[in-house]
């Protein structure tokens, strides 16, 4: 009974996120409202198996609109462990396809920071490669059951085979400047 009970506390949590999942409709229909200036800030954790986390936001804003396609460039910021950082910024594409949306990096700066001793060089190389094989390899879909819209945004949940990543995004539209 204990064993029962234990499973269904932790599939709870993956039924009540199923229940509330956006339709893609409703996705799509969101995607495309979207306009030219709207910004985005998304607060990240990933969860390692190990249940060690990482923390990173990410602070975009739209610059051009095609018909289900968004280019919007980005800020985001990696926090590696106390003193390192890693800072990408990117121009993405993302686009509303039949069964989710994809992502292209189309151009990408990546830096870290806190590893400046010598003796860090070949670890900073390292991780530099490893955020530029993320931006520069396809990118797999995101699923329209991953996303959970809401009033101020929206919420995507994904299971990887190196962890779990839930990002809460809030979204703010453009509003033109008042004459005074």
Do not use: H, W
């Not at 996120?17 to 709207?38: H, L, M, T, W, Y």
């Not at 990410?58 to 106390?82: A, D, R, W």
């Not at 900073?124 to 490893?130: D, F, G, T």
């Amino acid at each position: 009974m204990k064993k029962r009970n234990l499973a269904f506390a932790l599939l709870l949590p993956l039924l009540v996120c199923a229940a509330q999942a956006s339709s893609p409709k409703e996705i799509k229909a969101r995607f495309n409202q979207f306009k030219v200036g709207d910004k985005t800030i998304c607060l990240d954790e990933f969860t390692y198996p190990n249940n060690l986390k990482m923390k990173s936001f990410e602070n975009g804003f739209v610059v051009s609109k095609k018909n289900n396609v968004l280019t919007y460039q980005i800020v985001s910021m990696f926090l590696l462990g106390n003193d390192v950082t890693a800072n990408v910024k990117a121009i993405v594409e993302s686009r509303a396809g039949k069964n989710g949306l994809s992502t292209t990096f189309k151009q990408a700066f990546i830096d870290v920071s806190g590893m400046d001793k010598p003796e860090q060089a070949d670890a900073k190389a390292k991780l530099i490669r490893e955020f530029e094989k993320m931006t520069s390899a396809k990118q797999e879909d995101l699923p329209y059951s991953s996303i959970v819209l809401n009033d101020k945004g929206y919420v995507i949940t994904t299971v990887e085979t190196n962890g779990t990543s839930v990002s809460e995004c809030f979204v703010t539209p453009y509003k033109k400047p008042t004459k005074d």
